[in-house]
C-alpha cells in the first residue's frame, strides 16, 4: 500500500522560510510527478508546484521566485522549500504523486496534509 507522508509544516512570522518534506513509501515501481498543492479556508485546492522525474518543474505564479520545489529520485521524496513567506501562504499542504505501484498501476496518490500558518 502507497502511504505519501508529510512533514515541516508549522507556524512563521512574515517573511520567515519552512521546507516541507513528503516521502513516498509502498511497492512502487516508479514515481512520474510529485506536487505540491495548498487549500486555504474557504478556497479550492491549487496547485502550489510540480516536478516531473526528469526535473522539470513549474510553479503557481504566486509563489514564483519565494518557493523551490525539489526532490531526490533515490528517496522517493520531494520537498518544498519556501522562503519569504506571506500571510496568504497560509494553507493546509498536501503532497501529491503520480506514480505506478503494485498491481494498482498508475494512479494518483495523495498526503493527508500538513499546515502552514504564516502569522506575526
Known amino acids: 500500500q502507497v502511504q505519501l507522508v508529510e512533514s515541516g509544516g508549522g507556524l512563521v512570522q512574515p517573511g520567515g522560510s519552512l521546507r516541507l518534506s513528503c516521502a513516498a513509501s509502498?511497492?512502487?515501481?516508479?514515481?512520474?510527478?510529485m506536487a505540491w498543492y495548498r487549500q486555504a479556508p474557504g478556497k479550492q485546492r491549487e496547485l502550489v508546484a510540480a516536478?516531473?522525474?526528469?526535473?522539470?518543474?513549474n510553479y503557481a505564479d504566486s509563489v514564483k521566485g519565494r518557493f523551490t520545489i525539489s526532490r531526490d529520485n533515490a528517496k522517493n521524496t520531494v520537498y518544498l522549500q519556501m522562503n519569504s513567506l506571506k500571510p496568504e501562504d497560509t494553507a493546509v499542504y498536501y503532497c501529491?504523486?503520480?506514480?505506478?505501484?503494485?498491481?494498482?498501476?498508475?494512479?494518483?496518490?495523495w498526503g493527508q496534509g500538513t499546515q502552514v500558518t504564516v502569522s506575526s
Open positions: 501529491n504523486a503520480d506514480l505506478w505501484a503494485g498491481r494498482q498501476g498508475r494512479k494518483d496518490y
Open positions: 509502498g511497492s512502487i515501481f516508479s514515481i512520474y510527478a
Open positions: 516536478i516531473t522525474s526528469g526535473g522539470f518543474t
